[in-house]
């Protein structure tokens, strides 16, 4: 604690507290990146100052800074003389953001392992899985797209570490366009939700060995199965990214 100067030590003297919302700069950031998450803002959709401010009932100062810090996040793609934009991944794209998740959430599968405290979330990545099964019953794809999501949600927040979901976030982010495109495969359903079933038994053991792989091969297997359900590209099968995904994703379930 810092000391109080001599000059301010009279009696019934207590240190302030600042206390203040976060700048309307960071607001705007948050809402635009929600909008993206949910799909109302989507991808290749080209975004202006003036819209984005009109939208979010702003000024178009706040909008700047949060467009940005977007940018930088790789959320929206900006080009001299194109304007601003919506991240629509490419296929090539799809298979470096699924490379990159199946290391990071199996590093955070790895960390939640270690963390005494993990059982809590455990027990909710349970009903989740419960909750996914019923909704694959009733092929309730908009709830299972929903349930998936707050899964891997679980696994970051039980590694306790948040420079772990800082990284994840954005990348998960750009893959948004896709998320449901594997939900129309009942088949393709009923894996993951056996693949999820795994995971949440290892957890629960706490090797972390084990668990970060289990991750790592059912996101690489979700990345082989979208490249394949959104089709072949010769043009990209030399790619490192596509031919890691795919190798690895080819040694799961189908």
Not at 23 to 42: T, V
Not at 127 to 150: C, F, M, Y
Not at 199 to 212: S, T
Request: glycine share 6%; proline share 6%; aromatic share 6%.
């Amino acid at each position: 604690m810092l000391p109080i100067p001599e000059s301010l030590q009279t009696e019934g003297f207590t240190s302030p507290r600042i206390l203040r919302e976060p700048p309307l700069y960071y607001r705007a950031y948050c809402a635009i990146k929600q909008e993206i998450a949910r799909g109302n803002l989507k991808p290749g959709q080209r975004l202006t100052d003036k819209d984005l401010a009109e939208y979010l009932g702003i000024s178009r100062t706040p909008v700047r800074e949060a467009v940005k810090l977007l940018i930088k996040e790789g959320l929206l793609v900006s080009e001299p003389n194109k304007g601003v934009w919506v991240f629509a991944p490419s296929a090539r794209d799809l298979a470096q953001i699924y490379v990159l998740r199946a290391e990071l959430e199996g590093l955070a599968a790895a960390l939640m392992a270690c963390n005494n405290d993990r059982l809590a979330i455990v027990d909710r990545m349970e009903r989740i899985v419960s909750e996914a099964a019923s909704a694959a019953r009733e092929t309730a794809i908009e709830k299972l797209v929903e349930l998936n999501s707050e899964f891997h949600d679980c696994i970051v927040t039980g590694s306790a570490n948040e420079q772990l979901r800082e990284l994840l976030e954005p990348l998960r982010l750009r893959a948004v366009a896709y998320r449901y495109v594997s939900y129309r495969d009942p088949l393709r359903v009923e894996v993951s939700i056996t693949e999820h079933r795994e995971i949440v038994g290892l957890l629960r053991g706490g090797d972390p060995r084990h668990c970060q792989e289990a991750v790592r091969r059912h996101i690489y297997a979700a990345g082989w199965r979208l490249l394949a359900a959104l089709g072949g590209n010769e043009e990209i099968s030399g790619d490192p990214a596509v031919k890691l995904c795919t190798t690895r994703g080819q040694g799961s379930r189908p």
